[in-house]
Nanobody
Framework: QVHMVESGGGLVQAGGSLRLSCAAS????????MGWYRQAPGKQRELVAT???????NYQESVKGRFTISRDNTKNTVYLQMNSLKPEDTAVYYC??????????WGQGTQVTVSS
């Protein structure tokens, strides 16, 4: 069984910063890629950023230059540094991992609220 444990959400004023962390664990669990998605009230879940084993990153256009995704492969942990936060970044943020066998796993979600 795979466990995804997220941390780091909270309430911050516009222009502030937050750092999200997500650790994946489980027996015989090898990760191909990890990432962050978010879902705002009344909206569909959307990709925020992803990073592969080799370090290739991909960002949603609206967060480019403000958010940075990184990972520690030795710890199966992915991070999302969020700077210059805007009220429209308010959402539940979900950690995602894709295994070498293309199985997808999700964290429980962490709330990020940006006040104006």
């Amino acid at each position: 069984q795979v466990h995804m444990v997220e941390s780091g959400g909270g309430l911050v004023q516009a222009g502030g910063s937050l750092r999200l962390s997500c650790a994946a664990s489980g027996s015989s669990f090898s990760i191909r890629a990890m990432g962050w998605y978010r879902q705002a009230p009344g909206k569909q879940r959307e990709l925020v950023a992803t990073i592969t084993n080799g370090g290739t990153t991909n960002y949603q256009e609206s967060v480019k230059g403000r958010f940075t995704i990184s990972r520690d492969n030795t710890k199966n942990t992915v991070y999302l540094q969020m700077n210059s936060l805007k009220p429209e970044d308010t959402a539940v943020y979900y950690c995602n991992a894709v295994s070498l066998a293309f199985m997808t796993y999700w964290g429980q979600g962490t709330q990020v609220t940006v006040s104006s």
